[in-house]
């Protein structure tokens, strides 16, 4: 089942650059996008989420973008900090039923090099 | 902040045993789920918890698991009888049924349970 994919396993930044992770999803019936942050041996940390009704969400140093007719989006860190480090899941729901339950990718683990 | 808690947070096991898993929700949420990872692999989707009912399953979720909301913040879930294969970190999550915005579906998760089975 691959309806959202990570296509980059790592990245590496310089600290001070932009991140940006990838994420692409084959559903068209998802609506609803969430990128969590995840360190070993804790839970996924919610970060930012974006609707299918907008194309940017902003939150600090963290940006969204949905391109719905690419079925893309992408985080966008700036500027990268050391403690950005760990890896970060792209996630989908949609409205079929009333849950919402999360469809993740496989993740990328960000490396913010000082 | 409030958050979600998760115990134990490593739990081992014989083959066959039955395991109770523990979560507590955040207290104003009304969505609960439960999600595992297994070593190297995707966070996958259990189940789903709102009104006192399950809303809805994934194919994992057999009829060797079940959910349970035992008194006002207690949320378990029940392995009846582990095999190798449910060795896996499982997650707690909850959502709260309308979020700040009109469109808001975050979900908070637990620490996590690590759970071994030999």
């Known amino acids: 089942d691959q309806q959202v994919k990570q296509n980059s396993p790592s990245l590496s930044v310089q600290e001070g650059r932009i991140s940006i992770l990838n994420c692409d999803y084959t559903?068209?019936?998802?609506?609803?996008f969430l990128w969590y942050k995840k360190y070993p041996a804790e839970g996924p940390t919610f970060l930012i989420s974006i609707s299918s009704i907008k194309d940017k969400n902003e939150d600090g140093r963290f940006t969204v973008f949905l391109n719905k007719s690419a079925k893309h989006l992408s985080l966008h860190i700036v500027p990268s900090q050391p403690g950005d480090s760990a890896v970060y899941f792209c996630a989908a729901s949609q409205l079929s039923g009333s849950a919402r339950q999360l469809t993740f990718g496989s993740g990328t683990q960000l490396t913010v090099l000082p | 902040e409030p958050e979600v808690t998760q115990t134990p947070s490593h739990q081992v096991t014989q083959m066959g045993q039955e395991v109770i898993l523990r979560c507590v929700p955040i207290s104003n949420h009304l969505y609960f789920y439960w999600y595992r990872q297994i070593l190297g692999q995707k966070v996958e989707f259990l189940v789903s918890?709102?009104?006192?009912?399950?809303?809805?399953k994934s194919e994992i979720f057999d009829d060797q698991f079940s959910v349970e909301r035992p008194d006002g913040s207690n949320f378990t879930l029940k392995i009846r009888s582990t095999k190798l294969e449910d060795s896996a970190m499982y997650f707690c999550a909850s959502r709260i049924r309308f979020g700040q915005g009109v469109y808001s579906y975050e979900q908070y998760f637990g620490p996590g349970t690590r759970l071994t089975v030999t």
């Open positions: 918890f709102y009104n006192n009912e399950i809303s809805e």
């Open positions: 559903n068209s019936m998802f609506d609803y």
